[in-house]
DNA sequence: CGGCGGCTTTTGTGATCACATGAAGGGATG
DNA sequence: CATCCCTTCATGTGATCACAAAAGCCGCCG
């Protein structure tokens, strides 16, 4: 059997269009591109090494997402959303994880909780360093984490949507942030693991997720 | 100024994989075609007399929404959901709508419930013809207007998706349903916003949202 | 000095083609 | 009669091209 009979999943086998979709939505979802920028297709198919066809198929895919917009004329930038967009993406962050934290709750075993930990002592280290993007990435690892003990991919599939339609934005969000401390709530959130008190962990779950939210009403 | 120099919202005047898209959505969303179904860039580039690439286009875009499922060598049908993904489903859309209805309360006037009367009126004609693509269209049009009062449009956006997702199986689902009860829930969603008794409401949406997908587990 | 009109360039759209891959069908063999 | 293999066909992928429309730019005119 050759190496290159896997069932693909792999970053170099995979088909064009999918190396290029992954690449840009982990760029998009940990905020490396800021909002409003321009993209376009042929840009884009240079920087891969790939022609406009596999291009145009990953920014379709993206902008159906939610993680581009595509302006009228088929200009492709990313969103620039509005207070109003915001705090509803925030409201469905609140309401998707809560239920998923919830879900992950009675399966939360002791290594899941060390690995927990473990993420969040990387997540405080970014923050100290105030590595936006480095934040940015190890926050969503913490949650993803432990979503993925729901059991629920397709609640999971949702908020990851959110995620990213919120990662251009966080990204501006989180530089006017001047905070260093260390993430109080994901302290709670292992905490209300721990002991098994999902009341505490649907209040964490909420708190983490919308607080960093709060600024932008100001 | 030309005719044609309209937004860009018609149909005609539309880009052609944007015809594409949204006829081919119409239809998975209100169940005209069945789990499983396979389809060709090719036989659907020659429906709608266009070529490959905006049928690819189309196709990738629904597919990202969870419309379609595209085979690992890329080969594109409706999906076939498990029961464990139906119930997935049917707990995001009560999470989904129960928000959407408790946010359209507040502004829900005289003239949309009597909308929602009309519309609910038709619902039950439908089941009484026992039309199944009918039903889904008019049910999900009863949902849609009340929550488009939510001013909610990225959750609404959501809700929509995961009736998407659904499309194809709630056909399949309520071909077993021979009831031709008219639709009890809907009576309470409505007797709920006259009396804007809002822990009512969430209960009746629940209720209606869950209740379709109880006969699966037997 | 500012607004406006026309030109040029950039960009997305859609069609067509060559290619590789996986599925299906048929025939030979045990 | 079933099974395996090979041929053939259908299908998705990606590149390239022609076209139209939008955006940007520059100079002209008020």
């Known amino acids: 059997m050759n190496s290159a009979t896997r069932p693909t999943q792999d970053t170099a086998s995979a088909p064009a269009h999918d190396r290029v979709y992954r ?3 982990t760029r998009i979802m940990h905020g490396e591109i800021t909002p409003g920028a ?6 884009i198919g240079g920087e891969f090494g790939v022609s406009m066809t596999p291009a145009r198929e990953a ?3 993206l902008a ?9 004329s088929g200009r492709v930038t990313t969103p620039e959303l509005t207070n109003e967009r915001i705090e509803e993406l925030a409201a469905l962050r609140a309401l998707l994880e809560v239920e ?13 909780i060390d690995r927990l930990q ?14 936006a993007v480095g934040y940015i990435r190890t926050n969503l690892e913490f949650h993803r984490t432990l979503y993925l003990r729901a059991q629920a991919p397709a609640m999971l599939a949702m908020a990851e949507t959110v995620w990213l339609q919120l990662g251009p934005t966080m990204r501006a969000l989180y530089g006017r942030l001047r905070r260093t401390d260390p993430p109080q709530n994901h302290r709670l959130i ?6 098994g008190d999902e009341p505490g962990l649907r209040l964490a779950v909420r708190s983490d997720v919308t607080q960093g939210l ?4 100001g």
């Open 190 to 195: 292992i905490a209300a693991l721990k002991a």
């Open 23 to 25: 690449t840009l939505r």
């Open 214 to 217: 709060r600024l932008l009403a």
């Open 100 to 112: 998923l934290a919830s879900r992950a709750l009675p399966r939360a075993h002791m290594a899941l």
């Open 64 to 72: 159906a997402e939610g993680a581009l917009f595509l302006s009228s």
């Open 59 to 61: 920014v379709r895919r």
């Open 118 to 131: 473990t993420i969040n002592s990387n997540v405080a280290e970014m923050v100290s360093k105030r590595d």
């Open 38 to 43: 321009a993209l376009t297709l042929r840009g």
